[in-house]
T-cell receptor, first 113, second 111 residues
């Protein structure tokens, strides 16, 4: 069964304290792995897509990496405005026509000034 | 920029009512999705549509139906609302190899 597990569930950091969020997945052929950011009361906002092991994507203080079993979202010197829930999702090869995603439960990040 | 608009941000309905949630996208996307999001359970797919009048069940379709009469509009219908359908409902759309884009959600309370 295709599955996505994110850890930790919640993470508290001080401003400037770098850390990583983990997304472990089991899927019958990975077509793509997606990272989203969700602010309270809003819908998820797309951040990155990763397609193959070894691939990396960066945006401001965020860097996403991918291996054959997991993805990491590295946050370097976070600021309070980085506080949000970060969602990981995978698309399996069999769902290439529909774009169906399987989501993890998310990691809620709080960055304190 | 893709815009996915959900008709209501907050909705309160009574048990047994028929409830309609509307979603409109402005990018001529083929695929549209309805999810519900609950604490500790993440996003779960209810139904999706890959073309006008075409639909497929997601992981939790029981108690729901959908309608897609026009490409830009995808409606979620709660046939007879129950309290366990109180949730945040999210609509998304996508096309070809692009990622899914989400609306801001409808927080639905069933009393």
């Amino acid at each position: 069964e295709d599955q996505v597990t994110q850890s930790p569930e919640a993470l508290r950091l001080q401003e400037g304290e770098s850390s990583s969020l983990n997304c472990s997945y089991t899927v019958s052929g990975l077509r793509g792995l997606f990272w989203y950011r969700q602010d309270p009361g809003k819908g998820p906002e797309f951040l990155f897509t990763l397609y193959s092991a070894g691939e990396e994507k960066e945006k401001e203080r965020l860097k996403a990496t991918l291996t054959k079993k997991e993805s990491f979202l590295h946050i370097t010197a976070p600021k309070p405005e980085d506080s949000a829930t970060y969602l990981c999702a995978v698309q399996a090869q069999g769902s290439s026509n529909t774009g169906k995603l399987i989501f993890g439960q998310g990691t809620t990040l709080q960055v304190k000034p | 920029d893709v815009k996915v608009t959900q008709s209501s941000r907050y909705l309160v309905k009574r048990t047994g009512e028929k409830v309609f949630l509307e979603c409109v996208q402005d990018m001529d996307h083929e695929n549209m999705f309805w999810y519900r999001q609950d604490p500790g359970l993440g996003l779960r797919l209810i139904y999706f549509s890959y073309d006008v009048k075409m639909k497929e069940k997601g992981d939790i379709p029981e108690g729901y139906s959908v309608s897609r009469e026009k490409k830009e509009r995808f409606s979620l219908i709660l046939e007879s609302a129950s309290t366990n359908q109180t949730s945040m409902y999210l609509c998304a759309s996508k096309d070809s190899n692009l990622p899914q884009h989400f609306g801001d959600g409808t927080r639905l309370s069933i009393l």
